[in-house]
């Protein structure tokens, strides 16, 4: 599906384009934001090649992956992005992650953000499945997901290794049946 154009009453959820490099950077450059990802805080140019790979996968076929952007609705300033990749070991199903620039936390952006990515893999990709991935010392995600109707199903032992650590997640996920569309 392209292009994917979601709306909230604060939020649009949107197809990326590549001046939304400083904005995304300003979320996978920034310690504080990647603390609990599964990369480092990545530099301008990496942000450029993976902005220039959303981009370029949007058009593909079949297309895998979603690399999204939220911005908000009255401003057009990017506070966010999401993402959801097809899983290919999964009939109809995806992950999905999100994260905030940290001066958008605190405001509900994140609920918002995930209600739109599932609107976008419920309605939009006829999706039966969405999962997701968290750092077990995410609480913040952890409510996020939770209030959005994912149910916590367990963990993946080691899964993650960053700066040289194993990490757990935690997966959370949610069936087409279970979603309840946000008023």
């Given amino acids: 599906m392209y292009p994917v154009a979601r709306s909230s009453a604060r939020l649009v959820l949107r197809e990326t384009d590549i001046g939304d490099v400083s904005g995304v950077h300003a979320i996978y450059g920034d310690a504080e934001a990647t603390a609990h990802m599964s990369f480092e805080?990545?530099?301008r140019d990496q942000v450029g090649q993976i902005v220039a790979g959303w981009i370029a996968s949007a058009t593909a076929e079949p297309r895998t992956e979603y690399g999204l952007v939220v911005v908000e609705r009255d401003t057009q300033h990017l506070v966010g992005v999401g993402r959801l990749a097809i899983d290919p070991h999964q009939q109809r199903a995806a992950t999905m992650g999100f994260a905030l620039r940290p001066d958008a936390w605190g405001?509900?952006?994140g609920l918002e953000t995930v209600h739109l990515l599932l609107a976008a893999a419920f309605l939009d990709?006829?999706?039966?499945r969405v999962w997701g991935a968290r750092s077990p010392l995410n609480g913040a995600s952890a409510r996020t997901m939770t209030a959005a109707g994912m149910v916590e199903e367990g963990v993946i032992r080691s899964h993650i290794q960053r700066a040289g650590q194993w990490r757990?997640?935690?997966?959370?996920?949610i069936l087409a049946a279970e979603?309840?569309?946000p008023v």
């Fill in 107 to 109: 405001f509900g952006y």
């Fill in 41 to 43: 805080p990545r530099t």
């Fill in 125 to 128: 990709l006829d999706l039966h």
């Fill in 179 to 181: 979603w309840e569309r």
């Fill in 168 to 173: 757990d997640s935690i997966v959370h996920g």
